[in-house]
Each structure stands twice: as structure tokens, then as C-alpha cells.
């Protein structure tokens, strides 16, 4: 995963029904939780718990399909799909891709909401 | 209002379902983050729509809807089951298992809505026709007992066209008819028998509509012929009652030709003995009877209460069921609240 995050806004609102206010409830949402769901992340890896790690890498797919972010959504999949099959070893560089990720959406969403403000 | 339940572990997406569930309008949405505290609020109230998500901690979606239809009353309400694009085989799964259909993440309104409104509608339907359900069944049990009551009334009405052919009363039917019920009681038979019996009684004689005014009015003592046409009142009303599928009739059909049967076996018209009499006749036999010596008549005097219930005693196991006249002997209160209470208005003049 090279690409950088870009924000969809049209997309997303598309998605929405145009609907702003669900949207900006989103980010709002996706911005108070993404310490604790990129450290369950982490965690889950490093206790060495594949379905716990299954099902964070599950909830932070959606959590970035619903923004858009495909590739990120992709690559929190595979080590969804390596949990399942409790291969856990060789998993560290993806996990901290995907939290890393996490921040730089979070980042371009403060971003976005601070102009909007 | 309809109440949709939503469970999903991620706040995010419990949040966003809820927003587009109130964008739905005429919607109460109830949150969960956790599907065993959702299922145990199920215990007590009933959700309009159920939106679940697949994959959750403690317990999956499909183990949701598979736990939440073994409710009872739970397995028509519709249930949504919110998956990602790539589980194919789950939402093949939830299918088998009870969902109604899905929703895909990264949920998208426009489907959103089509979707939960599609299964709003069928709740809507559900609760309709089950509402409809009620009210027919309201219809259907206030004419069953329409036609009950038309079909007792023709039973009263043909046991009174039998009456203006006989020197009995109408207070004699209704009297022996109720000491029937209090005898039925004492021998501990269950209150819909009682019923029966009580409704069934009163066409005890109704065969009496075949036998010639000549025998049947005739004020002095029968000649042996002539007793031998009256005694064939119970067949007659045994032929007039048979054959019909009304409890009531069945149970009347017995009463008429049993109830001149002895317990000895002397009676009419078959001899029976013992307990191959029916019951109902056994208990009839003690009733009738009892109202005949009790009552005055053109003919004759009303015995006393005492006269009367010495002879149902000194019956005991030659004309009547021992059991019966215990049954009867022992509610005698019961017996004369009920002579009380129906008491003949005139002797008819023969």
C-alpha cells in the first residue's frame, strides 16, 4: 500500500444520500475511537490471540471501507484472512501498515474538518 | 412506531444505522454493542426489525438470528444481517439460518433504506394479518356460540314440544336437568361433563311425542298393553336424538334410552345391568325419579322430602347406581336450593 489516503468527500456523501450530518457524525466517531482500534491491533498480535486479531483487522476494514479508503480497507483484509487461518507470524509489517493507516486518515479528517469548520 | 433493534460491536457503525434508521422515519431505534445483551432484551420485548451484524465478539451474527428465532413468537420478525462483500459463503449461512435478507458494508443509504423498508412492510403485513387472525377468530368463537346457543334453544324448544304432550312440567325438566348436574359433580365429573349433562337432560323424554294422548294422558293406571307402547318412549327418543355429530344430541340420544334402565337389571328398554347402563342414564334415572315423587301431579300427591329420599335409598342397587344416590343424597342442600328455585307455577289440569 503505497498510495496516500485521499478523502472522497462526494463519495462518501453519495454513499449517505448526501446526508452531511451522518457524515461529519462519522468522522467525529472515527476520530474518538482510532487510539483504541489501532492499539487492539497491536495488541491482539503481540498476545498472539488470531481470532481477537481476526476480528480488529475485521472491524478497522469496515471502519475504513465506509471512508473509502479501499486500499486500506484491502490491506487490513489480508490480516483478517491470515488470522483466520492463524498464521500470525510475518503479520508485524501489515499490522503496522494498517495502524499507521489509521493515523493518516485520522489526520487528513481532522484536516478536513478543521477547514469545514 | 416500529422498533428496530440494531446490534454491532463497533460503535461507528451502530451509530451510523441508528442516524439512518431515524432518517427512515416513524422508527425507534434500540442500540446494542453486545449480541447476549441484545438477545436478553429479546426475552421481553419483540423488535419490529432486526439489524445484526456478522462478525462480533461472544457470539456471531448467525449464532444471533439461530438463538433469537428459538424465541418464541421471534421467527417471522425480519432481520437484516450486515455483512462485508467478501462473505459470500456467511451470507449464504445467515440465509439457511433465519436472515431475511442483507446489507452491505460499507453500508450505503440508498440501500439502506430500500432494504429496511422492504422488511418494515412485510412486518407491517405480519402484524396485519395476525391482527386480522385475532379479530376472525373473535367472529368465528362469537358464532360458535351463536349456533350453540340456537342449538340449545332447539333442544329446549323440542323437549317443551314433548312437555305439552305430557303432565310434566317445564319446572320438572329444568328441576331434574339441574339435579342431574349436582349429581355429576358429587361423582367428581369434570365441569364441561356437568355442562353436558345439565344441557342434555331435559330430552329425557322426549320420545314421549310418539306415544297416542290415549296412553299418554290417560289420568288412571296403564292396562299392561298399554304400558308396554309407553315404555317404547325411550327408543322413540333414542331414534328421534342418534346419529347427530352435537355432543349435546349424543349425550341425549343415551339419556333417552337409558333412563328407565334398573340397576338390577329390570328396567327397560334393554335390561341392562350395573354399570352397562350409561352413566348418564345411571344418574338421570335418580334425577327423574326423584322430581317425579317430589312434584304433585293431577294424579297424585308430591311425597314428602323424607318419603322421597328413603325410596332413592332403598333403591340403592335395585333401580338405581348406588354411587349416584350418594352423590345426590350427599349435595341435598344443593337439591333444594334447586326445588326452590323452580318451582311449578301451575298444575296442569289432565
Known amino acids: 500500500m503505497t498510495e496516500l489516503f485521499v478523502l472522497d468527500r462526494a463519495l462518501i456523501l453519495d454513499r449517505l444520500g448526501g446526508d452531511e450530518e451522518i457524515f461529519l457524525l462519522m468522522v467525529d466517531l472515527y476520530l474518538q475511537d482510532v487510539d483504541n482500534n489501532a492499539q487492539a491491533l497491536g495488541e491482539a498480535l503481540v498476545q498472539g490471540k488470531a ?16 471512508l473509502s479508503d479501499d486500499a486500506g480497507a484491502a490491506e487490513a483484509a489480508t490480516i483478517e484472512q491470515q488470522a483466520k487461518l492463524g498464521k500470525l507470524s510475518g ?13 493518516e486518515v485520522a489526520s487528513v479528517l481532522r484536516a478536513e474538518t478543521a477547514s469545514a469548520g | ?28 431505534p434500540v442500540l446494542f454493542d453486545n449480541p447476549l445483551r441484545a438477545l436478553d432484551w429479546c426475552r421481553d420485548h419483540v423488535p419490529d426489525l432486526v439489524i445484526v451484524d456478522y462478525m462480533m465478539p461472544d ?58 423498508r422492504n422488511m418494515l412492510s412485510l412486518r407491517i403485513g405480519q402484524k396485519f394479518l395476525a391482527d386480522r387472525a385475532a379479530h376472525l377468530a373473535v367472529l368465528v368463537d362469537e358464532q360458535t356460540k351463536e349456533i350453540r346457543d340456537r342449538e340449545k334453544e332447539l333442544i329446549f324448544r323440542m323437549s317443551r314440544a314433548a312437555e305439552f304432550r305430557d303432565p310434566e312440567t317445564g319446572a320438572h325438566i329444568q328441576r331434574m336437568a339441574y339435579y342431574s348436574q349436582i349429581i355429576a359433580k358429587g361423582l ?17 323424554d322426549v320420545g314421549k311425542i310418539g306415544i297416542p294422548d290415549y296412553i299418554l294422558l290417560k289420568p288412571g293406571k296403564l292396562t299392561y298393553e298399554e304400558f308396554e307402547v309407553m315404555k317404547g318412549h ?44 350409561p352413566l348418564f342414564g345411571r344418574i338421570v334415572a335418580v ?15 308430591a311425597w314428602s322430602l323424607d318419603d322421597a329420599s ?6 340403592r342397587g335395585l333401580h338405581f347406581d348406588p354411587m349416584c344416590v350418594e352423590a345426590f343424597l350427599a349435595c341435598w342442600d344443593e337439591a333444594l336450593v334447586i326445588r326452590q328455585r323452580f318451582k311449578d307455577e301451575e298444575v296442569p289440569m289432565i
Do not use: W
Open chain 1, 51 to 66: 481470532e481477537v486479531l481476526m476480528r480488529e483487522a475485521h472491524s478497522i476494514k469496515g471502519l475504513l471501507a465506509t
Open chain 2, 59 to 116: 457470539m456471531d451474527g448467525l449464532q444471533f438470528i439461530s438463538a433469537f428465532r428459538a424465541l418464541h413468537g421471534r421467527t417471522e420478525i425480519p432481520v437484516l444481517m450486515v455483512t462485508a462483500n467478501d462473505q459470500k459463503e456467511v451470507r449464504y449461512e445467515a440465509l439457511l439460518g433465519g436472515a431475511n435478507d442483507f446489507l452491505t458494508k460499507p453500508i450505503d443509504r440508498v440501500e439502506f433504506s430500500a432494504r429496511a
Open chain 2, 310 to 315: 328413603r325410596f332413592l335409598e332403598e333403591g
Open chain 1, 91 to 103: 503479520l508485524q509489517p501489515a499490522v503496522a501498515l494498517v495502524q499507521r493507516r489509521l493515523f
Open chain 2, 234 to 277: 325411550a327408543k322413540l327418543g333414542h331414534e328421534l336424538l342418534k346419529g347427530s355429530t352435537s355432543e349435546i344430541l349424543k349425550a341425549a340420544a343415551d339419556i333417552a334410552i337409558s333412563h328407565h334402565e334398573k340397576y338390577d337389571g329390570s328396567g327397560y328398554p334393554h335390561g341392562l345391568v350395573g354399570t352397562k347402563i
Open chain 2, 287 to 301: 334425577a327423574d325419579v326423584f322430581d317425579a315423587l317430589t312434584s304433585e301431579r293431577p294424579y297424585k300427591k
Open chain 2, 188 to 204: 367428581g365429573l369434570d365441569e364441561k361433563t356437568q355442562k353436558l349433562i345439565l344441557e342434555a337432560a331435559p330430552m329425557h
Open chain 2, 1 to 28: 412506531m416500529n422498533t428496530v433493534l440494531i446490534i454491532d460491536d463497533s460503535e461507528i457503525n451502530l451509530t451510523l444505522i441508528k442516524a439512518l434508521v431515524l432518517k427512515l422515519g416513524d422508527c425507534t
